[in-house]
């Protein structure tokens, strides 16, 4: 962190936070962050701690689970600052229900708030606290709106057999598609990792043929050093997501979990969207052999209510 020394007394953390991690590389922080620096600046205040917040969602991260905003909290109550600023006040957060009581935390702790955008946001009245819980409403309602846009286009995109985006699935590599789409960027395609997929064959074959369960195939996979995706320790959780995920058959599918509040809650089949045709391209595992594992796996799962 590079300090700026100046005359005044208010002593400026600033807070730079992107949702998504494609941002970060799109010089999305360096933008915040030259803006405060020339806030400052301009206002003859002095920077003393920057703050980062990179790939963390202000609508469906809960604030409880943002580190960072936590460690500004902490900093705060220290007395290491007077002044919060940020670019605009939805990188605070975009929770309607939540986001204005970060907002007068603060100010009850004798912090000023500020965006370059939208100057000092105060809580010294009803009518402030009613001005700002506006202000989130509609930010919220912006980030709803803009999830269900994305919603609606990787599911066309997973009915089409199309790649929806994001990390490739364990088994699986990223190629060049030769494809350009609207805003002149060339898109990817899914394609097969042979050393990755053999891995795959191994883990519904320790289910079809020897009934193996997630826990055991993870403790099998680290009892074998096999390397994971991230090359951490293999979890019941990846091996049970592996196990029902479409794509190894062939089929690209979207929806099969959902973020609420920072927490993601498997969905249940009846709402995956599956393309409605095959890629024999990407099968790895048989469809038959897929169904069997399936109907292995749900035969022991506990019937619920």
């Known amino acids: 962190m590079e300090a700026i ?25 360096p ?11 301009h206002n003859e205040w002095s920077l003393v701690k920057e703050y980062y917040e990179k790939g963390v969602s202000g609508f469906k ?17 220290q007395g290491l600052f007077d002044v919060l600023l940020v670019f605009m006040f939805d990188r605070l957060g ?4 939540e986001t204005p009581f970060i907002l007068e935390w603060f100010t009850k702790k004798g912090i000023e ?17 009613l001005i700002n819980y506006i202000s989130f409403w509609q930010s919220s309602g912006e980030s709803i709106k803009t999830s269900i846009r994305v919603g609606e286009k990787h599911k ?12 490739p699935p364990y088994g699986y590599k990223l190629t060049k598609s030769g494809k350009i789409n609207k ?14 997929a053999d891995i795959i064959r191994k883990i519904f074959n320790l289910v079809y043929e020897e009934s193996y369960g997630g826990n055991r195939i993870a403790k099998y996979l680290n009892e074998k050093n096999i390397p994971s995706k991230t090359g951490k320790k293999w979890g019941a959780g990846v091996v049970n997501y592996i196990l029902r995920n479409p794509i190894y058959k062939g089929y690209y599918s979207w929806g099969k979990s959902s973020s ?3 927490n993601t809650v498997k969905q249940q089949k009846d709402n995956w969207i599956i393309a409605n045709e095959k890629d024999e391209s990407l099968a790895i595992i048989s469809e038959s052999v897929w169904d069997k594992v399936q109907a292995i796996r749900e035969s022991r799962s506990p019937k619920k209510k």
């Open 94 to 97: 975009r929770k309607e229900d």
């Open 5 to 29: 020394h100046l005359s005044s007394e208010k002593r400026v953390a600033c807070l730079y936070r992107v949702s998504t991690m494609g941002q970060v590389d799109k010089d999305d922080i």
């Open 156 to 167: 066309q995109m997973a009915e089409n057999g199309e790649y929806t985006g994001g990390k």
């Open 113 to 129: 708030v500020w965006s370059v955008k939208e100057g000092q946001r105060k809580i010294e009245n009803h009518v402030d606290r």
């Open 183 to 196: 805003k002149g960027k060339e898109l990817y395609q899914l394609e097969i990792e042979p050393s990755e």
């Open 61 to 77: 991260k809960s604030a409880k689970n943002r580190d960072v905003l936590c460690q500004i909290q902490r900093d705060a109550e």
């Open 260 to 262: 609420k509040s920072g």
């Open 31 to 41: 933008m915040q962050k030259r803006s405060c620096r020339e806030f400052i600046i």
